[in-house]
């Protein structure tokens, strides 16, 4: 629990208590404590509240305002060390556990506080103690929670068992990185809604599972519940990228998965002007042949000792930004997720169009699993029902093949043609001639995206603009 000691400036040696990892509360309520400020005074702390008030206030509350002359908003604190009054302050800080800031490669309280909000998010509705550390980009935080899972201390002939339905830098991360430089088994599930398939490549060198929820670009869930308990089986972790879901729709760690990662540079960063990624991540993982101290707090362990290590750290700036955008997100994704299954639906009922990616129709294969786990969260506290929520990414295939694809792309006016998603700027891409050319490059018999299927990823734009863009561009073919 933090302590406010009411002063705005104060060495990190007083101030380490503050940075400590949030404990998420998950659904327990509006909770608010009170408590002693340094002074006497009484503030209250949000320890326990509803998604969005977390978003809002979870780490960045009365007392920790306090901690920065009672600035509204959280400040960037964008110096790249801290100085300190004494050798004996110094000391005692860079003894520390490495939560403190010091030397921002090893900590810095605007980083601090993104990843208490992360945590709190993902960590919403858990029934376990969660910690995050976040770093550069998406990429960083998928290589940062799974290399370390690699080890060779834990065992000879490590191998791995994924879906390929995967984001194409992590498939080469897994390939390439890990498979071709490192001597990792990489073990692709054929079909990554049979968990007999999952279950019969796990063995005795098996050091985790991997999953993408939804999957880039076409939307593919796994059952998260069975392949955690195939993992705990195991003794080791099954890992979610849950990027497109974002913590507002899908947490994975509340259905018993172990580890998430996202690229913040997404949904979480809608308004595009960050790179970011994250590792969140259960306390007492009980992991097999791993250390204790990467057991007990996987995110911790990641961030005091490989991320600062291999120094692919957060800017201060980018994590300010990034700050202001998750503070909007259920709203955001809410909208996004409306309007997308909305086009989803026209796009399924248009001549033009011969196939719909979308987990919201029912002739999406994974559309039984996405019923039972996308749901919004709290939309129950809103009147009554929960409701389900499908998410932003809609992919679709025009008639006519690649070169018609190709055309619809050019032909498109309010809708970006960029190569990202989750921004609140609808985007298309064709991610077979893009994001995932690499895979077909270095495989060509391990194709898992159609090559004319564009990738459209839905921001917050009117409905009727968006879909009066869309029928220009397929009707002009
Ligand atoms: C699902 C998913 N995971 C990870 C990444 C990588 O994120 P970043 O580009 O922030 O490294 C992406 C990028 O598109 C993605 O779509």
Not at 25 to 35: I, S
Not at 126 to 152: F, H, N, Y
Not at 258 to 282: D, E, F, P, Q, W
Not at 320 to 336: F, K, P, Q
Request: aromatic share 6%; with cysteine; charged share 20%.
């Amino acid at each position: 629990m933090r302590r406010s000691t009411g002063k705005a400036t104060e060495p990190s040696a007083v101030r380490r208590a503050e940075h400590q990892p949030t404990t998420p509360p998950g659904r327990k309520g509006n909770t608010r404590e009170r408590r002693a400020d340094g002074g006497g005074r009484q503030v209250a702390a949000v320890t326990a509240a509803r998604f969005t008030t977390l978003a809002i206030s979870g780490s960045y509350d009365h007392a920790e305002s306090a901690h920065h002359l009672g600035a509204l908003s959280e400040p960037a604190h964008l110096a790249t060390a801290q100085s300190f009054p004494s050798m004996d302050a110094m000391l005692a800080a860079t003894a520390e556990d490495g939560d403190g800031w010091v030397y921002s490669r090893r900590g810095n309280p605007t980083v601090r506080i993104l990843e208490q909000t992360v945590a709190a998010l993902e960590g919403y509705g858990v029934d376990a103690e969660v910690s995050a550390t976040v770093t550069a980009t998406g990429m960083g935080a998928i290589t940062l929670a799974t290399m370390p899972l690699l080890s060779a201390a834990a065992g000879p002939k490590p191998n791995i068992v994924a879906s390929p339905q995967c984001y194409g830098s992590t498939t080469m991360v897994f390939d390439k990185r890990y498979g071709q430089e490192r001597g990792v088994d990489v073990r692709w599930v054929a079909d990554p809604l049979s968990v007999e398939d999952w279950a019969r490549r796990i063995d005795d060198g098996t050091r985790f599972l991997y999953a993408e929820v939804p999957s880039n670009p076409t939307v593919q869930l796994v059952d998260i519940p069975a392949l955690s308990a195939l993992a705990d089986r195991a003794g080791i972790p099954l890992v979610v990228d849950a990027t497109l879901a974002t913590p507002a729709l899908l947490r994975p760690l509340a259905l018993g998965a172990h580890v998430v990662v996202h690229s913040l540079t997404k949904a979480a960063g809608a308004s595009g002007r960050s790179m970011g990624g994250a590792v969140i991540a259960r306390h007492d993982l009980g992991l097999r042949g791993q250390p204790e101290e990467l057991s007990a707090d996987y995110a911790g362990y990641l961030r005091r000792g490989p991320l600062r290590d291999m120094g692919a750290v957060l800017s201060p700036f980018n994590a300010w930004t990034i700050l202001s955008d998750i503070r909007e997100l259920r709203g955001r994704v809410d909208a996004m997720s409306r309007t997308a299954h909305a086009v989803a639906r026209h796009l399924a009922g248009h001549a033009g169009v011969v196939e719909v990616f979308y987990p919201g129709l029912e002739s999406h294969r994974s559309h039984h699993i996405a019923r039972r786990d996308m749901w919004l969260v709290d939309s129950e506290l809103d009147g009554g029902e929960a409701e389900n929520r499908f998410g932003f990414l809609v992919c679709f295939r025009p008639a006519g093949g690649v070169r018609a694809a190709h055309a619809v792309m050019d032909r498109l006016g309010l809708i970006w043609r960029a190569n990202n998603l989750g921004q609140v700027r609808s985007t298309a891409t064709i991610p077979g001639a893009t994001t995932h050319k690499q895979v077909a490059d270095a495989d060509p018999d391990r194709v898992t995206v159609p090559p004319d299927m564009i990738r459209l990823s839905v921001g917050i734009e009117h409905l009727d603009d968006v879909i009066e863009d869309l029928d220009q561009a397929l009707q002009a073919r």
